[in-house]
């Protein structure tokens, strides 16, 4: 299985701020990297697909980019609607497997 | 995007079989080549792949629970449904069907189920 490890684990940010999550990958893969928002009492929602292209709706402010085994997902200014936890999850082989989740509060 | 409702039962005994199902509200689940997907997710956990179904054949199951697990499609009734057998609990959490084949872009609500006696 390939394992996704994301940094940090939470994070203390204000409206405003840029915010940089990280994903490691334990084995090269392609760009079948993906990014998601769950908010407490809702399902993820979809906001990043392979690696950097972003999910129809999703506002500008996030993007996202890769460099080998590392991806990284950007909010470049944090608004009020951007707390909750960001999940990545590869799909570039079965098991599709998810990172632990960065907390945003 | 598409609607996802999920129906099932929130309460289910330890060694009996979890059946979920997913009605897919708008278009036909199996119009065009694509997949139906089940994630579970334990409270205040991590997000875990259960498996697959493609609409024109083949499923793929997470080995972890393969032995146990069963996705398939009921066009008939525009449902996709999970069963998990033997279920213990460490099987209780919140279980999400969506649709996507690697990106998960439409998810239903959840249905949370507990295992106990």
């Known amino acids: 299985d390939i394992q996704m490890t994301q940094s940090p684990s939470s994070l203390s940010a204000s409206v405003g701020d840029r915010v940089t999550i990280s994903c490691r990958a334990s084995?090269?893969?392609?760009?079948?990297l993906h990014w998601y928002q769950q908010k407490p009492g809702e399902p993820p929602k979809l906001l990043i697909y392979?690696?950097?292209r972003l999910q129809t709706g999703v506002p500008s402010r996030f993007s996202g980019s890769a460099s080998g085994t590392d991806f990284t997902l950007t909010i470049s200014s944090l608004h009020p609607d951007d707390f909750g936890t960001y999940y990545c999850?590869?799909?570039?082989?079965?098991?599709?497997?998810f990172g632990q989740g960065t907390k945003v509060e | 995007q598409v609607l996802l409702q999920q129906a099932g039962p929130d309460l289910v005994r330890p060694s009996q079989t979890l059946s979920l199902t997913c009605t897919v509200s708008?278009?036909?689940?199996?119009?065009?080549?694509?997949?139906w997907s089940w994630i579970r997710q334990p409270a205040g956990g991590g997000l875990e792949y259960i498996g697959r179904?493609?609409?024109?054949?083949?499923?793929n199951y997470n080995p972890s629970l393969e032995s146990r697990v069963t996705i398939s499609l009921d066009s008939s009734k525009n449902q996709i449904s999970l069963n998990l057998t033997s279920v213990t609990a460490a099987d209780t959490a919140t279980y999400y069907c969506?649709?996507?084949?690697?990106?998960?872009?439409?998810w239903g609500k959840g249905t949370r189920v507990t295992v106990s006696s």
């Open positions: 969506a649709k996507g084949g690697g990106l998960l872009d439409s």
């Open positions: 708008s278009g036909s689940i199996i119009s065009g080549s694509f997949y």
């Open positions: 179904v493609y609409t024109l054949g083949g499923t």
């Open positions: 084995h090269i893969m392609n760009n079948y």
């Open positions: 392979h690696g950097s």
């Open positions: 999850q590869q799909s570039s082989s079965t098991p599709w497997t």
